[in-house]
């Protein structure tokens, strides 16, 4: 008879005028792993938060090994061993490893800098993790990081561990390692749950699995017994076929021509590397990376906002390099980047959507007065086309959800008419029907003539909808491929540096 | 010179309290620029407590209590309840002001007994104060110089080898990682802003207690903002704090030195050297780039768990 | 134990009733402080009302400081709107005063009063302005700390015209405590209903400011660098100018209130003539919002502040820092209140729920 680890009985949670958990229940059990399924936004981490003492439940009882908790702060659920790794890591940039580690910790009698070392080695060594205590972690990548997280759980006993969507910033030979990782905690009768919305990893590494949608818990089933589509069904609330189309662009020419471009990041060190691609008109072009490889540095250089230490970005035929940004959005060039906060760089949050129209026209209007009639005007059309749930207008725009923010984003650089649109992380903590709403966007623009380039973060994605896919790895090119010719395996290797065996010829010689 | 380096150590001592001060509230992520105010109110607190007490004790404690409240209501403000913390604490400068300007209304220009004065004489260490030319200013001082110097080293100890000053360190950083490994932020944030805000009382006091020593509603004419910007030039590390409060306590009384050896500039002119020199300071702050120069990195920033 | 909720939202009704309550309750606080001193509040806020509003006399007294108020806090609410923290308002009033005084000192008498002022207003704006433009440049240049800067600069302000009060600008024909040479009557401001004309530029200068903000293209550009700088990158917008052009607008809107100190009120140059109202002008664009019509209203209410309290000095012989702690007590209140308008506080035991505040 299995222990229960966990069980979270009737759980509800709101933020103001938003219902993040309903009557939620859970149940896990040691030595299992549980995946906690769900679209972006169904209320996943919010539970989990609960459970680690950084959200408190509205109503619900919470049993940790069969005692019940009433936690006020994540102390008080550490002590209990619960172990979180959350989906942003909660380290400290400019300290090490080991001072990451002890934060918050007593110093335990007799305890020195030796057999501290000793004791996080062999509690690494029994779990299969490998780090350097001395390191600074904004030193480390990101699968240090999240090795570093685990590590520090462990480290305060933790027999109850919480990952928060872990493999979202992981190459898939990265992933691999985790889940290894994961199953030998299992082994030792740890209790794992793993907070996810990607149905394959779910069939791979879990034991049981519990749904939950819209802030409600739908059914708990066992993973052996079940199948992806009746899974898909259970998350979205109906049948509904996750195959993203790809369909056929009308092969123009090349619309923005890349050319040796190097450009340095804020630190002075190299963010792009000697790039060189060409994106035609009619196709949608695909970036995979993993973070910080220089996708931020590449849209910005387009768009007129970053000096390049060399190169050339040719656009119908003349080279934009060193133009600045109004120019560049006045040929025709648009660029939308949905940061990890979302509302950080495209948006005013407490704007309106109307001011927010005027930020890309206004520049376009003679004189020194502000006139707002025609940004109304087109705020009422982007809204009606796109359907964006919004009272009026008027509205704050930090007030909208998740996904009718981005499509105020990436309404308005689309209804400009670009010639070349750039779109980094669109669909970003959103849920599937926004995602394929955005998806059908981008096919759109993609018939109507478009040059597209899509910056993403899930492979899958990536694949399906692109009609090539570049990847980049610390600022180079390691391959520019087409998706139906290779495998994930094969992307995931050029994105840690690799590059292709079988080279795809040139785009840039035709 | 060596008259003269007596002097720059005293001088520099109201600054020394108020960036060690500061730079506590700051390492927490609290950026407190009501400095001059916790100054003021300690610096005219302390002196009607030593007027009417004749108990340098006392006084002490007293200056010591009064910036500590003014750094409580700033903290219960910003950590508490929220709010801008660059307002609020300019809203306590203000405060502060007219509070002094109130509390020390019919003191002002009554000296100190002569008794309590004695007791912030110079005691010198044996030996060591006959060290040539840095003998007499770092070893033959008042206690309270003493007692500075004493912070200084034990902030540099509290955050490089205390677990409690690791956990500020992080609070400072990064609020949310430090909340999730299970420190109270909340906690930290108040007790080393009022910490903080004990010693910029302290500064203040130093003044009317020791160097000039009366009451005057100008006392402080700006040292608490100097402050602001010297713990930006230590790069948030108390020993640098303390050399810049060192050249910043010479540069105020070099007016008097250049007048001394016949230079006659006009005292207002002279006058305006150390906020100049703050401003270049200030300017060549910005050039940081290593990491561990920079600002906490969540300064200034409130941190609430429930954000949503 | 006690949760603390976000609000979902809040009617306009409960947020003004919420902030009337911090005011309300300000005054009370302040009141005990005052008891402490050993004063009758009650009788204090009385002459306060009295000595600011009693008489027509007094109450030309009150706009009279309301004017400068006005004008300052006008300078600081459209840098405060970018998030530029200008501390330099008393800074940028003394160099207005200066520049001012600087052409009412070398032009001749004979010159007609009507462009004496003129000349005399631009100059005080353009130096106030260049006051403002030194930290500003730092700040769009490299990223420099704006908050000391302005505040080192309002030291240099001072102890500049201190130095000019005392030393090449003293009056030679005045024996007792040293001042500037008293202005010609063409430089001093004309009257209109017995209250110099400054309250015309003050009522143009709300007027000005709320349409700079809310209807032309720099004003918005403004608002959204204050907003969120990343997004105003990435609409191709001129940071740089946008920063240089505010803190021009509001150094100069300091400096002439500057300008009209010295012509109208002390009719000379001393240091004294900010009076403190760069720092009162920080209050009052925060407690009205950065909204130009209510900074206005607030400043005519913290200038009957300011000429009740100078009454109360003179007839009750408490100093006028009671005005500044007031003032600061007013404020500590209304920023704690801004927290009850965002938040819920809630009394949660295991079995019931109730609604605290």
Known sequence: MQTISIQMENITKTFGALKANEDVNLTVYAGEIHALLGENGAGKSTLMNMLSGIYMPDSGFIYVEGKPVNFTSPKESIELGIGMIHQHFKLVDILTAKENILLGQKKKAGQNDKNLAKEIKDLSDRYGLDLDLNKKVYQMSVGEKQTLEIIKVLYRGARILVLDEPTAVLTPQEIKKLFRIMRNMKEHGCAIVIITHKLNEVMEISDRITVLRKGKSIATVVTKEVEVPSLIEMMVGKKVDLEIDRLPGPGLGESLVVDELTVMDMEGKLALDNISFALKGGEILGVAGVAKSGQKELCEAIAGLIPAAKGRIFFQGDNILGKNPRDIIRLGIRMGFIPEDRLGMGLVGSMDIVHNIVLKDYQNQPGIFLKRGPCIEKANRIVETLDIMTPNVYTPVKKLSGGNIQKVLLGREIDSNPKVLITAYPVRGLDVGASYKIYELLNEQKQAGVGVLFIGEDLDVLMDLCDRVMVLCNGKVTGIVDPTQVTKEEIGLMMTGSALEKEEPSDKNQ | MESFLVAVVVASMPLLFATLGELLSEKAGNLNLGVEGMMLMGAVIGFRVGLATNSPILAVLAALLAGAFGAAMFAFLTVSLRANQVVTGLTLTIFGSGFAGLVGRDVVGVPLSLQLRNSFDAIPIPLLSKIPVIGKPLFDQDILVYFGFACVILILLYFKKTRIGLNTRAVGENAAAADASGINVNLYKYLNITAGGALCGLGGAYMTLVTIPVWQQDVVAGRGWIAVALVIFASWRPVKAWLGALLFGALSILGYRLQAMGISLSQYLVDMIPYIATILVVIVSTYKNRKEDLPPADLSNPYFREER | MIKINKRASLPKRKEMMIQALAVLL????????????????????????????????????????????????????????????????????????????LVALNLPESVPTPIMLLAMAVMATLCGAIWAFIPAFFKAKFGTNETIFTLMMNYIAIKFVTYMQFGPWKDPSFGGFPKVASFHDNAIMPSLFGLHIGWIIALFAVAGVYIFIHHTKRGYEISVVGESLDTARYAGMNIKAIIITAMLVSGGLCGLAGMIQASAIEKTLTYTISAGYGFTAIITAWLGRLSAPVVGVVCFLFAMLLQGSSFLQASMAIPASVADMIQGVILFFVLGSDFFLQYKVVLKDKKAVKEVA
Do not use: C, H
């Open chain 3, 26 to 101: 300000s005054l009370v606080f302040a009141g005990l402080v005052i008891l402490a001193m050993g004063y009758n509040p009650l009788e204090v806020y009385y002459r306060i009302v009295e000595g600011s509003v009693g008489t027509i006399i007094r109450i030309q007294q009150t706009i009279n400081k309301a004017v400068p108020l006005i004008i300052v806090s006008m300078g600081i609410l459209v840098a405060f709107k970018m998030k530029f923290w200008n501390i330099g308002g008393e800074g940028q009033i003394m160099m207005g005063a200066f520049g001012a005084t």
